[in-house]
């Protein structure tokens, strides 16, 4: 079974910089797209960036031009650089990819890393 491993989460002040990874446990075959979500207390989880197989991308308005999705296809891993942090962005983030699996799309998710912005 897949599994996703994210990795880079922790505490920063505000105006400081993270960097997430989401590993996958085996290769994915079929790769629709790879993304960022989190989820603050309280709140629903949202989409914060995601980028497809083509390559392109699309962004949270919140975190446009702040934050960096990339993806390293040979390693099935994606990254989320995250620039300018600041307390709003506190929140668990999770990773997520999106298959095709025969003739089904499937939906694989991390476990979730705690990102804290202090003031």
């Known amino acids: 079974q897949v599994q996703l491993v994210e990795s880079g989460g922790g505490s920063v002040q505000t105006g400081g910089s993270l960097r997430l990874s989401c590993v996958a446990s085996?290769?994915?075959?079929?790769?629709?797209?790879m993304g960022w979500y989190r989820q603050a207390p309280g709140k629903q989880r949202e989409l914060v960036a995601a980028i497809a197989s083509g390559g392109s991308t699309n962004y949270a308005d919140s975190v446009k031009g702040r934050f960096t999705i990339s993806r390293d296809n040979a390693k099935d891993t994606v990254y989320l650089q995250m620039n300018s942090l600041k307390p709003e962005d506190t929140a668990v983030y999770y990773c997520?990819?999106?298959?095709?699996?025969?003739?089904?799309?499937?939906?694989?998710w991390g476990q979730g890393t705690q990102v804290t912005v202090s003031s």
């Open positions: 997520a990819v999106k298959a095709m699996c025969a003739l089904y799309e499937v939906e694989y």
């Open positions: 085996w290769n994915i075959f079929n790769i629709l797209s």
